[in-house]
Structure formats: C-alpha cells, structure tokens
C-alpha cells in the first residue's frame, strides 16, 4: 500500500515509521526532521526499539498516489492540510488519529472516504530523526464517512500487522469523546505543572484535580450523547497517565518548543459543547484560561 503521512512529527512517525517496514510510507513534515530520516533513517527508542527508513519529504511529492492518507497535523491545521491533500480527496481513504472532536468533519468537507480514530500510544519527539515511543496504548477506529466495512478491516489488519494493536468501533464519535476526557484531564495539567504523566497519579493533588477534570469533562461527554461511563472515564484517564508515567504530554512538548498548543481543540472543545448542552465546566474554564495566558506568555514577541 501507498501511504502518506502528513504531517510527520512524533505521533505522525510513530505510525509512519511502523508502517514503512511493510507499506510504501512517505513522511512529509518539517526539513530538519525529515533531513535527518533520509540520511540516518527514523530511529524509534523506547517501548519499541526499532530502526526503519520510511521516505520523506518537505512537500507532497508530485507523484504520489497514496491509497491511505495519515492526517497528523496538530488540529488547528487540519483545514489547510486536507486544502493541500485535495488531489487525493477522491482516491484516497483519510485516517485522522488526532486530537479533539471536529477533524473529520474537516476532512469529509472535501475528501470522500473517511476514517476517525483514536490512539493512547504515549509518544515523545526527541530531536531530528528521533522519537520516543513513552508509552503503550490501544488504537481504536471506525468509518466517518463513505467507508465501507471492508475498508475498515483492512486498514485494522494493517496496523496490527505493523505492531499497532487496532480495534474496530461502530460509535466512533463516542470514542472521540472518552480520548477527548483523557486529553482533557492529563495534557493541561501536565503542562501547567511542568511535569510528566506519571506524577499527575503519583501527587495527591494533582491525581485529584485530573479526576475532577477528568468528571466533569465525562459529563459533558454525556449530555452531548456520547456513550460513555464517567467512573470508568476518570479510571482511564489515570490508568493512561500511569502507562505513559515518562511522557511529557504533548502540550507539555509544544510549551518546549515555544510552539501553539492544542488547548483550543482540547480543552476548548469541552467548553464550547458544555456551553451547547447548557452545562457550565469550571474546572475546565479554569485550566483554559491558565493554558491561553501561558502560551500567550510565549508566543508573544520579546
């Protein structure tokens, strides 16, 4: 299979790089990271131990006929990315595994086939050529639009042949929705608090916050009709930072990197539907004020 990933950063060549060792995989993504595939190739530590060299580029290849295309864009860029995928809005089937609520609809506006998923692989970017894979975690996907049952068990199969345990949901937007509490509870916290996943479960304090997080963004989840167990949500969500305990969340990563976070699609997705269904979310509001003025603080120009 011919497969794009667009958007190569860590949890783009995490799956990228996997794929490569079966599948005709080109990365796209920034010239210092892909530089340094194409001349040492991609070397993944961690909970996989791998060394794999998957084709890279800084811009769709002219080229390129994928049959999968792997949106792995923060969310804030999912719109421009499918607007530069549009060539293959046709042809190809889109697998988002991205964070928040609204990426496939993005993606279905302009390609036909589409899947959604979720991961809790726990993965880190380590510098030019280098990831971490932190942390194991389930994959989970499902048709979003004009995706036949077979294409679906196929794309499973291919994971899971690549190492990528995948399973397959009929109520992917509930799905969204419990990976969306998970986010929710661990990636502000672990930013503000400048720490890793596992001492989010370790201190009292901040186990109690990311359960009160973790609740109140389940309920909403609720009463938006999702399908979800609030109980079992705040368990996932410490069971999750357990088993990444020495990941630095990804918006942890971005506050490194003096880069934009996800706040708004993360945190700001809950606030938006709470505000839908008629809920206030304080907790929420709380952690996303905080998480806007902190990277405000960076962002701005010195």
């Given at each position: 299979m011919e497969i794009l990933v667009f958007g190569?950063?860590?949890?783009?060549?995490f799956f990228g790089g996997l794929l490569s060792v079966r599948h005709d995989v080109t990365l796209i993504g920034r010239k210092?990271?892909?530089?340094?595939?194409?001349?040492?190739?991609?070397?993944?530590?961690?909970?996989?131990?791998?060394?794999?060299?998957?084709?890279?580029?800084?811009?769709?290849?002219?080229?390129a006929s994928p049959d999968l295309?792997?949106?792995?864009?923060?969310?804030?860029?999912?719109?421009?990315?499918?607007?530069s995928?549009?060539?293959?809005?046709?042809?190809?089937?889109?697998?988002?595994?991205?964070?928040g609520l609204d990426n496939a609809d993005i993606l279905a506006r302009t390609a036909t086939?589409?899947?959604?998923?979720?991961?809790?692989?726990?993965?880190?970017?380590?510098?030019?050529?280098?990831?971490r894979h932190a942390g194991l975690g389930d994959t989970t996907i499902g048709a979003w639009n004009e995706v036949g049952e077979d294409a679906v068990v196929r794309l499973r199969d291919i994971l899971d042949e690549a190492g990528i345990r995948t399973r397959i949901t009929a109520d992917i937007r509930s799905e969204l929705w419990a990976k969306l509490v998970v986010n929710a509870a661990i990636n502000p916290l672990g930013a503000?608090?400048?720490?890793?996943?596992?001492?989010?479960?370790?201190d009292p304090d901040l186990r109690r916050l990311l359960d009160d997080v973790a609740r109140e963004t389940a309920s909403v989840a609720r009463a938006a009709g999702a399908l979800v167990d609030v109980d079992d949500l705040v368990r996932r969500a410490r069971l999750v930072?357990?088993?990444?305990?020495?990941?630095?969340?990804?918006?942890?990563?971005?506050?490194?990197?003096?880069?934009?976070?996800?706040i708004d699609a993360i945190t700001g997705a809950v606030?938006?539907?709470?505000?839908?269904?008629?809920?206030?979310?304080?907790?929420?509001r709380v952690l996303f004020a905080l998480m806007k003025a902190r990277e405000a603080a960076l962002l701005q120009p010195r």
């Amino acid at each position: 299979m011919e497969i794009l990933v667009f958007g190569a950063g860590s949890m783009g060549s995490f799956f990228g790089g996997l794929l490569s060792v079966r599948h005709d995989v080109t990365l796209i993504g920034r010239k210092d990271h892909m530089d340094a595939v194409r001349t040492h190739g991609l070397r993944i530590t961690g909970k996989t131990v791998r060394l794999v060299r998957p084709r890279t580029a800084t811009r769709i290849p002219t080229r390129a006929s994928p049959d999968l295309v792997i949106v792995a864009t923060k969310s804030y860029d999912t719109a421009a990315a499918v607007q530069s995928l549009r060539a293959f809005a046709r042809t190809a089937v889109f697998l988002t595994l991205q964070n928040g609520l609204d990426n496939a609809d993005i993606l279905a506006r302009t390609a036909t086939r589409v899947v959604a998923g979720t991961t809790a692989h726990g993965v880190m970017y380590l510098g030019p050529g280098e990831i971490r894979h932190a942390g194991l975690g389930d994959t989970t996907i499902g048709a979003w639009n004009e995706v036949g049952e077979d294409a679906v068990v196929r794309l499973r199969d291919i994971l899971d042949e690549a190492g990528i345990r995948t399973r397959i949901t009929a109520d992917i937007r509930s799905e969204l929705w419990a990976k969306l509490v998970v986010n929710a509870a661990i990636n502000p916290l672990g930013a503000l608090a400048a720490v890793p996943n596992g001492r989010l479960v370790q201190d009292p304090d901040l186990r109690r916050l990311l359960d009160d997080v973790a609740r109140e963004t389940a309920s909403v989840a609720r009463a938006a009709g999702a399908l979800v167990d609030v109980d079992d949500l705040v368990r996932r969500a410490r069971l999750v930072a357990r088993r990444t305990a020495a990941n630095r969340a990804s918006m942890l990563q971005d506050l490194d990197r003096g880069h934009r976070t996800e706040i708004d699609a993360i945190t700001g997705a809950v606030l938006r539907e709470a505000e839908r269904v008629g809920m206030q979310a304080p907790v929420n509001r709380v952690l996303f004020a905080l998480m806007k003025a902190r990277e405000a603080a960076l962002l701005q120009p010195r």
